[in-house]
Antibody
Framework: EVQLVESGGGLVQPGRSLRLSCTAS????????MSWVRQAPGKGLEWVGF??????????EYAASVKGRFTISRDDSKSIAYLQMNSLKTEDTAVYYC???????????WGQGTLVTVSS | DIVMTQTPLSLSVTPGQPASISCKSS???????????LYWYLQKPGQSPQLLIY???NRFSGVPDRFSGSGSGTDFTLKISRVEAEDVGVYYC?????????FGQGTRLEIK
């Protein structure tokens, strides 16, 4: 059974940093790209970015709203994907979901999400 | 960015009756590889989104056959043949032909 478990959320002040983790199980983590999607309170879904598998260079892509501030990385030996968030803004407040990416573009399994609140 | 527009934004359906949600994209989602990169997700209350339909019309693993997807180019539809109480939630369409992947605003389904 595919499982994705996010952790690391919490309350953080504007301008500070936070790192989220996504621990995967039930599949060969290294074979898949991984993505992050967020949802502001009461709002819709916004794609944040993704990291390709090592077979495809392990490269990353980001939404314009987070580019230069957020960094996605992965540790295939631990089956963990990370979302490093720097220079946080109040508008980054959201539940952050990690998702597995199949067939290059399909966000097929989602974690339960972790809430990040950016506030002074 | 490709804009995804869903209609209606909410609907109330009697159990056993059909429901339909439309999703229109600002650009064609047909790729040169022949696939159309349109997906449907359901976010049940208090839960994370779950994949229902991929590439317009393919049901994901475990999705009941009362859910079906259709469409082409820029116009797509999700249909529920007979709505059940467990179908309540917010439905999103998503495109991934082009970065960034973008979602529709969501359609809230409630049971009468």
């Amino acid at each position: 059974e595919v499982q994705l478990v996010e952790s690391g959320g919490g309350l953080v002040q504007p301008g500070r940093s936070l790192r989220l983790s996504c621990t995967a199980s039930g599949f060969t983590f290294g074979d898949y790209a991984m993505s992050w999607v967020r949802q502001a309170p009461g709002k819709g879904l916004e794609w944040v970015g993704f990291i390709r598998s090592k077979a495809y260079g392990g490269t990353t892509e980001y939404a314009a709203s987070v580019k230069g501030r957020f960094t996605i990385s992965r540790d295939d030996s631990k089956s963990i994907a990370y979302l490093q968030m720097n220079s946080l803004k109040t508008e980054d407040t959201a539940v952050y979901y990690c998702t597995r990416v199949s067939a290059f573009t399909r966000l097929d399994y989602w974690g339960q999400g972790t809430l990040v609140t950016v506030s002074s | 960015d490709i804009v995804m527009t869903q209609t209606p934004l909410s609907l109330s359906v009697t159990p056993g009756q059909p429901a339909s949600i439309s999703c229109k994209s600002s650009q064609s989602l047909l790729h040169s590889d022949g696939k159309t990169y349109l997906y449907w997700y359901l976010q049940k209350p208090g839960q994370s989104p779950q994949l229902l339909i991929y590439e317009v019309s393919n049901r994901f693993s475990g999705v009941p056959d009362r859910f079906s997807g259709s469409g082409s180019g820029t116009d797509f539809t999700l249909k529920i043949s007979r709505v059940e109480a467990e179908d309540v939630g917010v439905y999103y369409c998503m495109q991934s032909i082009q970065l960034p992947p973008t979602f529709g605003q969501g359609t809230r389904l409630e049971i009468k």
